[in-house]
């Protein structure tokens, strides 16, 4: 059975930063699809980056609005992702959750993902 843990919210003053953690358990991650998504009450969740491992090579995908600021990485030994959150703003404040797929399809989409987390709080305070 596959788990997803994420940890490493919190709340920090904009400026600041984070770094989100994804333990993955029943689920090898390499030749994977993962990727970190965000959702704030009210609307849909959104993709914040993607990372795309495969026997060559690892491409990583991000968000235009956190491109820059944000980087995606894996350690294959530890089975876990990671979110390095830099210069956070207050409109990154969301619940941060992290995703894993069976198959490879469009990173961006939330339907492309079958195991997910139960997801990490960020608060960024202007």
């Known amino acids: 059975q596959v788990h997803l843990v994420e940890s490493g919210g919190g709340s920090v003053p904009a400026g600041g930063s984070l770094k989100l953690s994804c333990v993955i358990s029943?689920?090898?991650?390499?030749?994977?699809?993962m990727a970190w998504f965000r959702q704030v009450p009210g609307k849909t969740r959104e993709v914040v980056a993607s990372l795309l491992t495969d026997s060559t090579d690892t491409i990583t995908y991000y968000d235009d609005s956190v491109k820059g600021r944000y980087t995606i990485s894996q350690d294959s030994a530890k089975n876990t992702m990671y979110l390095q959150m830099n210069n956070l703003k207050p409109e990154d404040t969301a619940m941060y959750y992290c995703a894993a797929a069976l198959h490879v399809g469009a990173w961006f989409s939330s339907a492309s993902y079958d195991y997910w987390g139960q997801g990490t709080q960020v608060t960024v305070s202007g």
């Open positions: 029943g689920y090898k991650i390499t030749y994977k699809l």
